[in-house]
Each structure stands twice: as structure tokens, then as C-alpha cells.
């Protein structure tokens, strides 16, 4: 919890020293109109500078392609975050292309990614990436750490009950022979789960039939078996 908290204030703080005014121009300020129209829900300036039809390859699955997938999914944020903004922390361009890492924070007071409501503040980072032509996007790219979304919106534990942790390997140890002699670790893995609760476990170690075989002989030369 510590950990998470700690990170969390990290962000803010990012986003505070993030959000202090950059020049930008060309495409980097098209781009960031296009972030300023997100963060105000203007689906009327985000027509001004996204193309009716933008090629946008990350939206959600049954969104319309183009602009209006953009504002429905602008739509489908505000309803799940409703004070969300999304911070630029880096800009990089190049021609006709422009690259973003971005701050997403908000509140999740709503449905999203089948995850009901929670009340939790949230942030979380991502990279984004744009192509402009006569001064609006026209294809765009969305990569975002929507797995440090989902941990952060896991829910916690109840008193007394015990969360499942991921499966561990099982290692164990066993002697070898090998050209100079036995190897005193080997290595083997597998894996086991008890109940609820997952374990790491390490095995006495065993030796192996050629091991047992040179011990004999050294307790009995004559070749007998002791």
C-alpha cells in the first residue's frame, strides 16, 4: 500500500511540474489542441483538428473509426473518470509525426474496462502517436498501461480472506555426475498450488544412482555392497 501510494504521489507531482505552459508549434500544437479538447470534452474543437477520417487504430472494439470514434470514446471516458486529464509529460516530432508520453489521471466513478466502480483516484502512463496532414490528425496510435489501470482498480481484500497469489515454480536440488565428478546442484523446476495459497519450495538434496554407486565402492573396495 505504501508502494502504491508512493508512486501515486509521484505522478501528481510529475503532472504538476508537466502541466506548466510548453511553446509548441506546427503539428506538437495541433497535438496538444487535440489534448486540450479531450481534457474540456469539446467535441467541437476536437473536429477542428482531428479528421473526419483518421485512421485510429487503439479504439475499444465497436467504436466508429474516424473523429467520431474519437469523441465517443471521449464520451465513454468522462463517464467513467469524470475530472480525468491527460498531461503531457514528452513531445517529440518529427515531419509529419509526433510522439506523446502522457500522464492519464481521474477518479473512477464509473464502468470501465468491465470494472465497476470504485471511487479510487487513479494514474497511470502511456505513449501515443500521431500522423498530420494540412494541420489535423489523420492516423493515430494509443499504447497505454492499462494493466497498471487494472491493478489499481483490483479489488482488496476482505478481513480473513485469502487472495490467490500467481503460480511459483517449484525448485528443487539433486545431485549429478558429471565428467569431473558429482555436481552437488542441479537444478529442476516445477510447480504446485495448495489451497488457496501458492508456494516456493526448495527440496532437501538427493543423490543421484551414480552418486550411490562411487560411495559404495569407496566404503567397500573389495566391491561387496555395504
Known amino acids: 500500500m505504501r508502494k502504491s501510494a508512493s508512486f501515486f504521489a509521484a505522478l501528481l507531482t510529475a503532472a504538476a511540474v508537466s502541466a506548466a505552459p510548453v511553446k509548441t508549434t506546427g503539428n506538437k500544437a495541433v497535438l496538444q489542441k487535440i489534448y486540450d479538447a479531450l481534457n474540456s470534452n469539446d467535441a467541437t474543437a476536437l473536429e477542428q483538428v482531428v479528421s473526419v477520417n483518421a485512421v485510429t487504430h487503439d479504439l475499444p472494439a465497436g467504436m466508429t473509426a474516424g473523429v467520431r470514434g474519437v469523441e465517443e470514446l471521449l464520451v465513454v471516458l468522462n463517464r467513467a473518470f469524470p475530472d480525468f486529464k491527460i498531461v503531457v509529460q514528452d513531445m517529440i516530432g518529427e515531419g509529419d509525426r509526433v510522439a506523446a508520453r502522457v500522464l492519464f489521471t481521474g477518479t473512477h466513478e464509473g464502468e470501465f474496462l468491465g470494472i465497476p466502480r470504485t471511487g479510487r483516484q487513479v494514474a497511470y502512463t502511456g505513449i501515443q502517436y500521431f500522423q498530420f496532414a494540412n494541420g489535423k490528425a489523420v492516423e493515430m496510435w494509443s499504447f497505454m498501461d492499462h494493466e497498471r489501470l487494472k491493478r489499481q482498480l483490483a479489488p482488496a481484500a476482505k478481513p480473513g480472506e485469502a ?14 555426475s558429471g565428467p569431473k565428478g558429482p555436481n552437488p546442484l542441479a537444478l529442476s523446476q516445477g510447480s504446485r498450488t495448495i489451497g488457496t495459497e501458492n508456494y516456493l519450495t526448495l527440496r532437501a538434496p538427493t543423490q543421484s544412482f551414480g552418486c550411490q554407486r562411487r560411495a559404495q565402492r569407496a566404503r567397500n573396495p573389495a566391491g561387496g555392497v555395504g
Open 163 to 176: 487472495v490467490p497469489a500467481k503460480r511459483l515454480r517449484r525448485i528443487k536440488f539433486r545431485k549429478t
